[in-house]
């Protein structure tokens, strides 16, 4: 017993959709039907209608739906471009390709300024850097003084801030993250270089007569 | 220890931000 809107949206992209998002990302086709594989899995593990509903993209990170995640908010609501509560198949792919190696290093940086930015001001505010530490704090069950907190957030905005205007702005965030290169790991993922090894089963439902990747 | 660390290096630690996971199967 299904019902026709979620059978109709359940449908495999089209050559056209596939072409458009290759020219659009670093992906080959051949990549972004792999991406689909992924994607399939992810947005049928609590309702099949094609989309990734945040509840399935919280189940997928921590193989649990229920946990509350400030992170795991933040980086739907960045795929989730149009706002729409839910992630099509385009968002998830045009989003991925931010993570991946060949992308240009200052998408990477704008993508992270942006998810540490919280309430989207265009500047991550002190109080949004004590928000997430408290956050990160109770993630890993860290217990720390409040004093010990308030000496963390003076000695990142001792390094971050440099006009010590009290909020850091875009172009402190870049000078930082080109000093500390590692705080932008999280901005790559390797496995997106070798997406048609990991997702094989892409060739079954493929739309190119030709597979290069 | 924590307190000689930068916040975005405590934060960027979350399993929230690790997007690796979606790719181990």
């Known amino acids: ?213 | 220890r924590p307190a000689t660390m930068n916040a975005f290096e405590l934060i960027s630690t979350s399993q929230g931000l690790n997007l690796g996971i979606l790719f181990e199967k």
């Open chain 1, 1 to 213: 017993m299904g019902c026709f809107q979620s059978k109709a949206r359940r449908q495999y992209p089209g050559h056209e959709d596939l072409v458009l998002l290759a020219s659009q990302t670093a992906f080959s086709i051949s990549e972004v039907e792999a991406l689909f594989e992924l994607f399939k899995s992810i947005s049928s593990s609590v309702i099949d209608d094609g989309l990734i509903n945040k509840e399935e993209f919280q189940l997928a990170l921590f193989k649990s739906g229920k946990k509350e995640n400030l992170f795991a908010n933040r980086i739907f609501a960045l795929f989730d471009v149009k706002q729409k509560g839910v992630i099509d198949f385009g968002d998830f792919v045009r989003a991925l390709n931010v993570f991946h190696p060949n992308a240009p290093h200052e998408d990477k940086v704008g993508f992270s300024f942006k998810l540490y930015d919280l309430d989207g001001t265009g500047f991550i505010e002190r109080k949004e850097v004590k928000q997430m530490l408290i956050a990160i704090l109770c993630e890993s069950e860290m217990r720390l003084s409040d004093e010990t907190v308030e000496l963390i957030l003076n000695k990142t905005f001792l390094e971050t801030d440099v006009n010590q205007d009290g909020k850091i702005d875009k172009a402190e965030w870049e000078n930082f993250v080109s000093r500390n290169p590692s705080l932008l790991k999280i901005m790559t993922l390797p496995y997106l270089r070798d997406i048609t090894t990991t997702f094989p089963s892409f060739v079954f439902n493929s739309e190119v007569d030709d597979i290069a990747t």
